[in-house]
Each structure stands twice: as C-alpha cells, then as structure tokens.
C-alpha cells in the first residue's frame, strides 16, 4: 500500500443512502477511494485528515453556470474573449472554494472557445479550480434569448449587427453546423435556447423562438454525434416537442403543467429547474426584487402565479432533477450555496437536494463513472 490518506468523519453523506452516516473512515490511495467503513486497516504511514469537525459529501456540482460573468451588476459589458476567459477561471476558482469541485459551465460572451481551453488547463492541473463540463456556446436564432447583446443594441442596428456572435444563427443548417463545430473544438454538450426568458429586455418565456425544422436539426445532430443536450426552454408545449426529438434534458421548466411533468416521467428526461432566480416573486421579497431590471421585474410580477404554480407541480413530481443556479442577477455567479437554501425554503427534503448536486447531477454530466458518490473506485472527489 502506497500514497494512502485515511480522511475520519463524524457525518457523512455519502450520496448513496439518505441519510447521515456516524463515525465513516474513507481510505484513498493516488485519487482514488479503495474503502469506505469503520476500523478500515490502512498503511501506518498513511496520511490521516480530520474532517469530523465538519459534514462531509460528495464534491458539490452545480449544473447550471454562466462562468463568464464577472459581476451581475454588468451584465451585458463587453469585453475582449481574453477577459470572458479569464472569467472562466475566476469562477472555476471560486467555487473550488465553496466546496462545488465541479461546475457544468453554459458559455455566453465568448466568440471563441476560450471556456474550453480553461477546462482543459484546470484538467492538466496548470491552475486550481472545479472540474469543468462545458457548452462553449449557448445556440439560439437572432433578437432571441441567446442574442442578449443584440437586443441590448437594437436601437442601434449597425452595431447590433456588427457584435452579433456567432451562436446565433436561422434556419436547420445553421444548427447542424453549429452543433458539430462545439463538438468538433470541445463542448461536452450543446445546449439551445428555444424560447425566451426572463432577464432579456425584448422577450418574453412563452416566446417561441425556433421553428420545429429548427429544433429536429439541432437534436438530431446532437444525437448523431453523440453529444449531450439540453435547451432553455419554460413553455410546456416546446419541453414536449424537444422530448419528442430525444433531447437529454431541460433548463428552468418554470411554466411546468401536469401533462409536461408526465411526459418527463415517462421518458427519463431529467431537468434543472434553476429556482433561485424567480424566489423573489414567489416569496415576496422586495428588497431582491428591486436589484433586478425594470423588464425582469415586470416580468416575474406578471407571471408570478404561474411560477408558484410550475414550482409545485415541479417538486410533487418524479422528474429527475439536477441542481443548478443560473445567477445572473442578484447572486455572483459562484455562490452555488443560494440554491440550496431555495429548495429547502420551498419544503423540499434536503436528501432529495443533497442527491440533486451530487448524484444526479453526475449522472446528468455523464462523469458517474468517477465522481457523484463516495464509494470504491471513485474518485477521491469530496467536500466537508
């Protein structure tokens, strides 16, 4: 036995059981777990860490950040893509720091694949930082939810123009090109905004912003080249329509009905309903509300019921849910923490949270194989 490190707890989580464990030892050796359990016999040199001040869980995984931004108070500032890199690597640090060890990271302001290069550094080990699974670019049509800069601008056409990215595009061969350069230059999944949203100035998210020819070429591209999808989308009828062209998962889900929270039963569609962002409107918090645009506000007052409504509907069902913030308002886009706190003030068991940003969402990345759980064979992926 060589290179072991015997961590002790007193509580332990370990992504499997929904509970806590008492008094659990995890033996590692190199990056791996070889053993979990009581009294494990281990080398006499081994290295022993105590955790049993702390509760310890799987590393933490928040699916659902956009690691390019800065500061929520400047959202839509532009910068050089050397600067929305760098962003990546802020953020990838920061929350290595609060205990989520990996981060599924949705691109918005690069032109290039700057989001991809810093995965890559961070896998190499040149720079701390979470793990990184990566969309590159967010894909959607133009003045849609994907173009936020161009509806920033669009009193000024030329210029709108000029910065528009090239994620956004019209019509099925745009889509099935743009799907193969992400997989081509290094996205592990690709990700499409098929209805508008909440914090853009000129939709709405009953907006359906992509035709069906659209939608059939993205997912059909994706699947062919075996790459994982998932969409922004709220509407009901447009999660149903991208179900029925097998796409892996959903964003928000906000409008949620019935009938869609079958269908996302039926077909194992898992989903990552973001609830943090919309918490003001359904808990009444003012002094949030306010720090949001004027649009956002209005927005979130109109569909407030709705919202409550969806969230319900959301939590009483089966779907498989994966745990992701979204900030981009209100919360840095690192502080992963908020959106615990979110499920918990709206009754969900914190087991169920706990499964959500460890196992599921591991599952969700397609990495279970190495992390999500703590147990033999995986790796020594862990927070306390």
Not at 9 to 33: A, C, M, P, W
Not at 133 to 144: E, I, K
């Amino acid at each position: 036995m060589a290179n072991q490190k015997l961590l002790k707890t007193s509580k332990l989580y370990d992504g499997i059981q929904d509970d806590i464990q008492e008094n659990i030892d995890i033996l590692v050796e190199g990056e791996r777990i070889v053993a979990v359990g009581k009294d494990l016999p281990h080398d006499p040199d081994a290295e022993v860490i105590d955790l049993t001040a702390y509760t310890v869980t799987p590393g933490l995984i928040d699916a659902h950040i956009h690691s390019d931004i800065d500061d929520w108070h400047y959202l839509f500032s532009i910068h050089s893509d050397a600067y929305y890199t760098l962003c990546h690597l802020h953020t990838a640090q920061r929350t290595l720091e609060r205990g989520f060890t990996t981060i599924r990271c949705h691109g918005i302001n690069n032109r290039d694949f700057g989001l991809v290069d810093v995965k890559r550094m961070i896998n190499k080990g040149m720079f701390p930082g979470s793990r990184m699974n990566v969309a590159a670019h967010l894909l959607g049509t133009p003045g849609g939810h994907a173009d936020g800069f161009g509806q920033m601008m669009s009193v000024n056409p030329a210029l709108a123009l000029t910065m528009q990215t090239p994620n956004i595009g019209s019509g099925p061969d745009f889509f099935r090109n743009a799907v193969r350069n992400e997989a081509k230059f290094g996205s592990d999944f690709v990700k499409l905004f098929v209805t508008g949203g909440f914090a853009t100035p000129n939709d709405g998210p009953e907006d359906e912003q992509m035709d069906e020819e659209e939608i059939a070429a993205f997912l059909n591209t994706a699947n062919a080249v075996h790459k994982p999808s998932t969409a922004h989308v709220y509407l009901p009828k447009t999660m149903q329509k991208l179900m029925k062209y097998h796409i892996t998962g959903c964003e928000h889900g906000s409008l949620m009905d019935e009938e869609t929270a079958r269908m996302f039963e039926q077909t194992g569609t898992y989903l990552v309903p973001t609830f943090c962002p919309y918490d003001e409107i359904i808990r009444g918090d003012e002094e949030n509300l306010k720090k949001k645009s004027p649009e956002f506000q209005q927005k979130l007052r109109y569909y407030g019921q709705r919202l409550k409504e969806g969230r319900e509907i959301i939590i009483d069902s089966k779907i498989k849910l994966g745990y992701g913030t979204d900030f981009v308002t209100v919360h840095q886009c690192w502080e992963s923490w908020h959106e615990y706190e979110s499920w918990m003030l709206s009754g969900i068991d914190p087991f169920r949270i706990l499964k959500a940003a460890t196992k599921n969402n591991a599952e969700i990345l397609f990495m279970d194989k190495d992390i999500g759980t703590i147990e033999p064979g995986k790796y020594a992926d862990i927070s306390a």
